[in-house]
Nanobody, 123 residues
Framework: QVQLVESGGSLVQPGGSLRLSCAAS????????IGWFRQAPGKEREGVSC????????YYADSVKGRFTISRDNRKNTVYLQMNSLKPENTAVYYC????????????????WGQGTQVTVSS
C-alpha cells in the first residue's frame, strides 16, 4: 500500500524552527519528486518547496527562500523540510506529495499525498 506520512508539525513561537518529515512506504522515493504544500484556513493549497528525483534540484516559493530547506534521505525513504525563522503567516496544514521524476508547481500533477501535519506559529 502506497503511503506518505508527514510528521513534525507543532505549535512554535515566531522566529522558531521546525523540521517536518515525509516518510514513504509501499514505494521507493528514488524515482519520485517530493513536494511540500500548505493550506491555511480559507485559502487554496500552495506549493512551498520541492526536490526532484533525477537531479536533486530544489525549488522554493519566494516567501520561504532563505528560511526553508528541503532535503531527502533515500536510504530512509524520507524527505525533510527544515523551517527556520517561522512567521505567523506560515501557519497552515503542511502536506507532502509525490510525482514521478521532476518537480511541478501544480497540485494536480502529484500522484500521492500524505494526510498533512499542522504547523501553528503563534506567541
Amino acid at each position: 500500500q502506497v503511503q506518505l506520512v508527514e510528521s513534525g508539525g507543532s505549535l512554535v513561537q515566531p522566529g522558531g524552527s521546525l523540521r517536518l518529515s515525509c516518510a514513504a512506504s509501499g514505494f521507493t522515493l528514488d524515482d519520485y519528486a517530493i513536494g511540500w504544500f500548505r493550506q491555511a484556513p480559507g485559502k487554496e493549497r500552495e506549493g512551498v518547496s520541492c526536490i526532484s528525483s533525477s537531479d536533486g534540484n530544489t525549488y522554493y516559493a519566494d516567501s520561504v527562500k532563505g528560511r526553508f530547506t528541503i532535503s531527502r534521505d533515500n536510504r530512509k525513504n524520507t524527505v525533510y523540510l527544515q523551517m527556520n525563522s517561522l512567521k505567523p503567516e506560515n501557519t497552515a496544514v503542511y502536506y507532502c506529495a509525490a510525482k514521478l521524476l521532476r518537480c511541478a508547481p501544480q497540485v494536480s500533477e502529484y500522484e500521492y499525498w500524505g494526510q498533512g501535519t499542522q504547523v501553528t506559529v503563534s506567541s
